[in-house]
């Protein structure tokens, strides 16, 4: 009621200026008249302008807010105040009771500041809007610690879909609101009331009026931009990220370089498939999942071949979302180093030659000590995020990266599909590295990740069957199927008999308008699953492997023991081996949700021991003086 009241008093004020300022209607008839217009008229755009924000920036209706707060009520009338003015301003203009008149204006170089100072804030303040719904609707709901570590890595990479997206939305946006409103500020014309004698006429708007009035649209512009930016983005958070200290890792860190470590004197090969956005949300319902269909049924399949983790008691579960965890590079960082990629700090960055965590100890790094061949393969550039330094200076890796096939002839130097050559090639070229690595007599360690299922709506292969509305849920379906006819194939293979398969999704989808309907209280986790591990760890007991609370960083001892490696304390980095008993960190500091708060608060925390440990180094090569053979 008060929403509605508050609507018409500000519609009663519009029309009331209109009839006594503006001297609209001469009839007293004609005026009651032009009140009840002005007052429908501002209240029926506002609605609509109030809903269309809602709409964009709130993923709801304002019709379906339920209760209605005074702060939405009083923020109404505001709206329906401003809009009503620029009717009754618009509708005098073409009545032709107003007119512009050139008007010279004192303090002219003072002006010009300011109006150059009130389009620049415009224009900050409408790409922070822009940009932020940009991101929120293209990446989801993006952490801070990886939007900060986005902007310190290199962006080489990006789909061109992606950032065809960021031209035609935000940038455009942006440019067309500034262009507007500079036209508006730097007008040298006031506003004047029609009279009888034009040279008469009276000035109601003035040209250093308009420059207040854009200095204060302006303020509100960027004021309001930024509180948009920090709702949305946490930024908050940084401020742990960057003051508030936390000695949690140093205190829990297990130095790789100081556990020992028994390798079988057969060494497995390792293939670590990630799969792009690969949860188990997309499972039915009595599989743990959320969907009334089984998107991935060939994956679900599969995994009764194998040992999966689950954090419930019964069904398909995974590791929970932590900070620094929540996107492709970090993790890829943490399933290798067991860390959290956080945020670089006393000017440290990632992605510069030989500067990608130096510090560190990696499992590409352990496994080259131990005469490993090592390939990775996707089909992104690798420069993406860095992740060709991270991978060269930790393990030394083949690169068959979509600038890597392009020098071997496999495509052409001109292709480019989604993010530069697609899953369907992928597999292809995969089969082909798989087959010269198996004829090596070395033992090797692959690693891939599929592309497809990223976000927005996921990349259609020409073979995509196509028979739900959904695309998104079309593509899930093909890519699981194709990955579970690749594993097959490396199942066929002479290889395969001393082989591990890794196969797990590496974040939680981004993809925002597939998930808005769906229920918050539902804990999305994302497929894990391990294929022909080490003899003595197949009949791993069942109650082991159900309600674990672990995050990425537990994968990297756990692979390592699925290779049949023992692990002194079953400990590596901030990873726990989910092999063994031994309670992961979450575990240790909280049963369930509670232990997952203490850790993402932990992570999100300034780290010294990170910053000038791993962080900074020589990339020392990974001795080996630890590490025995059985």
């Known amino acids: 009621m008060l929403f509605i009241s508050l609507g018409i008093v500000a519609g009663l004020v519009i029309g009331l200026l209109d009839v006594l300022v503006f001297k609209r209607g001469k009839k007293p008839i004609n005026k009651i008249f032009a009140v009840i217009g002005d007052v429908l008229a501002s209240n029926i755009v506002s609605v609509y302008v109030m809903d269309l924000i809602h709409r964009v920036f709130m993923d709801c209706s304002v019709f379906k807010l339920a209760p209605i707060t005074k702060a939405l009520s009083f923020g109404y009338m505001g709206l329906t105040a401003g809009i009503g003015f620029l009717w009754i301003l618009t509708v005098a203009l073409l009545d032709g009771r107003m007119?512009?008149?050139?008007?010279?204006?004192?303090?002219?170089?003072?002006?010009?500041?300011?109006?150059?100072?009130?389009?620049?804030?415009?224009?900050?303040?409408?790409?922070?809007?822009?940009?932020?719904?940009?991101?929120?609707?293209?990446?989801?709901?993006?952490?801070?610690?990886q939007m900060i570590v986005n902007i310190f890595s290199p962006a080489d990479g990006t789909s061109s879909e992606i950032m065809g997206t960021l031209w035609k939305g935000p940038v455009l946006q942006t440019v067309a609101v500034t262009f507007l409103f500079a036209l508006f500020v730097f007008s040298s014309r006031a506003l004047y009331m029609q009279s009888k004698v034009k040279e008469n006429g009276r000035c109601i708007f003035s040209v250093v009026l308009r420059k207040i009035i854009a200095l204060i649209l302006a303020i509100a512009f960027i004021s309001g931009g930024i509180a948009y930016g920090i709702k949305e983005f946490q930024l908050v958070t940084l401020y742990d990220m960057y003051y508030s200290e936390s000695e949690f890792i140093a205190a829990n860190f297990a130095n790789p370089r100081e556990v020992k470590m028994k390798f079988p004197k057969e060494k497995r090969n390792l293939i670590h498939i990630y799969l792009e956005s690969m949860e188990n949300t997309y499972l039915s319902k009595d599989l743990g999942g959320y969907m009334d269909e089984n998107l991935i049924k060939p994956l679900s399949d599969l995994a009764e071949e194998g040992v999966t983790f689950s954090h419930l008691k019964e069904g398909f579960g995974g590791p929970v979302a932590t900070m620094g965890c929540t996107w492709s590079v970090a993790s890829m960082v943490n399933m290798t180093t067991g860390l959290p990629m956080k945020v670089p700090t006393g000017g440290n960055?990632?992605?510069?030659?030989?500067?990608?965590?130096?510090?560190?100890?990696?499992?590409?790094?352990?496994?080259?000590?131990?005469?490993?061949?090592?390939?990775?393969?996707?089909?992104?550039?690798?420069?993406?995020?860095?992740?060709?330094?991270?991978?060269?200076?930790?393990?030394?890796?083949?690169?068959?990266?979509?600038?890597?096939?392009?020098?071997?002839?496999?495509?052409?130097?001109?292709?480019?599909?989604?993010?530069?050559?697609?899953?369907?090639?992928?597999?292809?070229?995969?089969?082909?590295?798989?087959t010269r690595l198996g004829e090596t007599g070395k033992p090797f360690h692959f690693v891939m990740e599929t592309a497809d299922t990223h976000c927005q709506d996921g990349y259609v292969s020409p073979k995509t069957p196509t028979p739900r509305d959904s695309q998104y849920a079309n593509v899930i379906a093909y890519s699981a199927d194709e990955v579970t006819k690749f594993v097959r194939w490396i199942q066929d293979q002479p290889f395969y008999e001393n082989t591990t398969i890794v196969l797990i999704g590496d974040h939680l989808s981004m993809d925002k308008k597939f998930f808005a309907d769906m229920d918050k209280s539902y804990h999305r986790t994302t497929f894990n699953l391990i294929l022909n591990p080490a003899n003595d760890l197949q009949y791993i007991p069942e109650e082991r492997r159900f309600n674990r609370w672990w995050y990425n960083g537990d994968m990297f001892p756990t692979i390592l023991a699925s290779m049949g490696v023992i692990i002194e304390g079953?400990?590596?980095?901030?990873?726990?081996?989910?092999?063994?008993?031994?309670?992961?960190?979450?575990?240790?500091?909280?049963?369930?949700?509670?232990?997952?708060?203490?850790?993402?608060?932990?992570?999100?925390?300034k780290s010294d021991m990170y910053n000038e440990t791993i962080l900074v180094g020589n990339n020392e090569p990974f001795d080996n003086k630890n590490v025995t053979i059985y």
Request: with cysteine; net charge negative; charged share 25%.
């Open 349 to 434: 960055d990632y992605g510069s030659p030989n500067n990608f965590l130096p510090g560190a100890v990696t499992l590409g790094d352990i496994l080259k000590a131990q005469g490993y061949e090592q390939t990775l393969m996707f089909g992104a550039t690798a420069k993406f995020g860095g992740l060709n330094y991270f991978y060269e200076s930790h393990g030394g890796f083949n690169m068959l990266d979509y600038d890597g096939v392009k020098e071997k002839g496999w495509i052409p130097k001109d292709y480019k599909v989604w993010w530069g050559y697609e899953d369907d090639k992928l597999y292809e070229f995969a089969k082909r590295e798989l």
């Open 570 to 605: 079953d400990r590596l980095g901030l990873g726990t081996n989910l092999f063994s008993g031994t309670p992961t960190i979450m575990e240790e500091n909280g049963e369930g949700r509670k232990g997952w708060d203490f850790i993402n608060e932990a992570f999100s925390c």
């Open 99 to 145: 007119f512009c008149k050139k008007e010279t204006v004192k303090f002219k170089k003072t002006f010009t500041f300011t109006s150059v100072l009130s389009v620049v804030l415009v224009a900050l303040g409408m790409a922070a809007f822009t940009g932020t719904n940009w991101s929120k609707e293209t990446f989801g709901d993006v952490d801070p610690d």
